[in-house]
């Protein structure tokens, strides 16, 4: 049973660029939060998707944008990055009706 | 004032101690609490849930006061693989399945020989 996968495990992007980082859910999720990691800090959020629609969002510019396709699988784009936007970039996958989150293995982005 | 507060740390131990973390939040609508651990350059992976009646698991105690809004953890008999950092994790829907988390900055722990 696969749990999430993310793509690409690592990336490096120039200020200004955009990019796409992208999500498996783990088999029977349908739900989906991103989160971005910081060196040194936990992760916070940035927003989460459910039937293919945005249901929550943190405190993270609308740089940040989303989608979650019918298979569950979903996308994290970010534009214009900053040196700032340098982190792991997690994603979580779970089931709405039972809980329990599973994270995957997240995309280092550094931005340079 | 972080809606999850945790000692970064870094707790330096010896084999067979007794450590314990704390963790601080300050929405009391919060409703579910988690323990994660994450190793370095790895994924978070839930450790265990903490219950307000205090929870166990092997070597570890999970611990929730409410009235406080404190949570904590306790590891007894640490060993060399309890090395990692600890993220204290708040939820302010139930369970894990909807709502978001949030995560403290996370506590140190390296367990020596």
């Known amino acids: 049973d696969a749990g999430v996968t993310q793509s690409p495990t690592h990336l490096i992007k120039t200020r200004g660029q955009q990019v796409t980082l992208r999500c498996s859910p783990k088999?029977?999720?349908?739900?989906v939060s991103w989160y971005q990691q910081a060196l040194g800090q936990g992760p916070q959020f940035i927003f989460q998707y459910y039937e293919e629609e945005e249901r929550q969002r943190g405190n993270f510019p609308d740089r940040f944008s989303g989608h979650q396709f019918p298979n569950y699988s979903s996308e994290l784009n970010v534009n214009a990055l900053l040196l700032g936007d340098s982190a792991l970039y997690l994603c979580a996958s779970s089931p709405v009706a039972q809980g329990g989150y599973t994270f995957g293995s997240g995309t280092r982005l550094t931005v340079v | 004032r972080k809606e999850v507060e945790q000692d970064p740390g870094p707790f330096n131990v010896p084999e067979g101690a007794t450590v314990a973390f704390n963790c601080t939040y300050s929405n009391s609508a919060s409703q579910s609490f988690f323990w994660y651990r994450q190793d370095c350059r790895k994924e978070p992976k839930l450790l265990m849930s903490v219950y307000s009646s205090g929870n166990e698991d092997g070597r570890f105690t999970a611990q929730l006061n409410r009235a406080s809004q404190y949570i904590s953890l306790l590891i007894r008999d640490s060993k060399l693989s309890d090395s990692a950092t600890y993220l204290c994790v708040v939820n302010r829907g139930g369970g894990t399945s909807y709502g978001k988390l949030t995560f403290g900055q996370g506590t140190i722990l390296t367990v020596h020989p």
């Open positions: 088999s029977g999720h349908d739900t």
